[in-house]
Each structure stands twice: as structure tokens, then as C-alpha cells.
């Protein structure tokens, strides 16, 4: 059927980075919208970021905004996830998502609509 598959995961000191990717298989990330999830340690999962499908429209989790980078490589049916300056409570899974609806904000928080697929997740510690 398709499936997108997260890599690029592990520990990393708070000030580091790391660069998360998603391949889509059996799939196309074309024209639709994209976008990352976590979930930290008892606690719901939370949208990071999402990317637009039509315009390359961008919103961020007010925490990382400045810090974090979303994009896509359509040619290589790959999504990514730049992490950057990270700190302790941006600890979790990372999961990354692709929906059929639109890339939007609602109070605050990244949400795509009509979400088709998941990925499995990758997870991501800070910690020193």
C-alpha cells in the first residue's frame, strides 16, 4: 500500500542537531500536504511542524519556531525535519504524517487535515 519510514533519530546534547527524514515507498509525497508529530514521555502527541501541499506554506510549534526546519525533496519523495539548537524537552518520538486536507494552525499548534499516513516513528533524546 505505501508506507513512509522515519530515520535520523538518536541522543544529541542540548545545543545540538539533528536532521530527521521520512521516504515515502510505494507512494508520493506530491500534493499532499506533509508534516511532523511528537510525543515526549507521558504525554499526547503534539504537531511540530506541517508543510502545505499547494504553496509551501510553513507552521511551526511556537517552541521551535527559529529552531526547526520543515521541507521536502519531491524528487527524492522525502520529507525532512532540521532540528537545530535542541534542547531536554524537545525529547520524544518524532513521527512524521501526510494528508489529503491542508497544513494549518489551530491555537497554536501545527494540524494537517485528513491525515492518509504515519510513519512509524523515530526517537529523538536530548539530553546531556
Known amino acids: 500500500q505505501g508506507q513512509l519510514v522515519e530515520s535520523g533519530g538518536g541522543l544529541v546534547q542540548p545545543g545540538g542537531s539533528l536532521r530527521l527524514s521520512c521516504a515515502a515507498s510505494g507512494l508520493t509525497l506530491v500534493n499532499y500536504a506533509i508534516g511532523w508529530v511528537r510525543q515526549a514521555p507521558g504525554k499526547e502527541r503534539e504537531g511540530v511542524s506541517c508543510?502545505?501541499?499547494?504553496?509551501?506554506?510553513?507552521h511551526y510549534l511556537d517552541s521551535v519556531k527559529g529552531r526547526f526546519t520543515i521541507a521536502r525533496d519531491n524528487a527524492k519523495n522525502t520529507m525532512y525535519l532540521q532540528m537545530d539548537n535542541l534542547a531536554p524537552e524537545d525529547t520524544g518520538v518524532y513521527f512524521c504524517?501526510?494528508?489529503?486536507?491542508?497544513?494549518?494552525?489551530?491555537?497554536?499548534?501545527?494540524?494537517?487535515?485528513?491525515?492518509?499516513?504515519w510513519g512509524q516513528g523515530t526517537p529523538v533524546t536530548v539530553s546531556s
Open positions: 504524517a501526510m494528508a489529503t486536507g491542508v497544513c494549518t494552525v489551530e491555537s497554536g499548534i501545527p494540524v494537517l487535515k485528513r491525515l492518509e499516513r
Open positions: 508543510l502545505s501541499s499547494t504553496d509551501d506554506a510553513t
